[in-house]
């Protein structure tokens, strides 16, 4: 029975414990702000990579539409 009652105390306490961390991020004005700014920076770097890739292969395929039309040019 004191084994149960000093496990119960503990989660007790690590319940009241978690509750007060949780409160403290509710309370803050973002709690998740840099985190949010990291990943959307990432995002935007990604997004960018895509947008450059496509162009890319755009410009290789009109160049090679090019070169069916015209024959190759040396």
Sequence with gaps: ????????ENKFINTHNNIVDYE???MAAFPYKEELTDKKERLNEVDMIIVNKTKQEENVKEIQKETKVNGMKM
């Design 1 to 8: 029975m004191p084994s149960e009652l000093t496990r119960l």
């Design 24 to 26: 403290q991020q509710l």
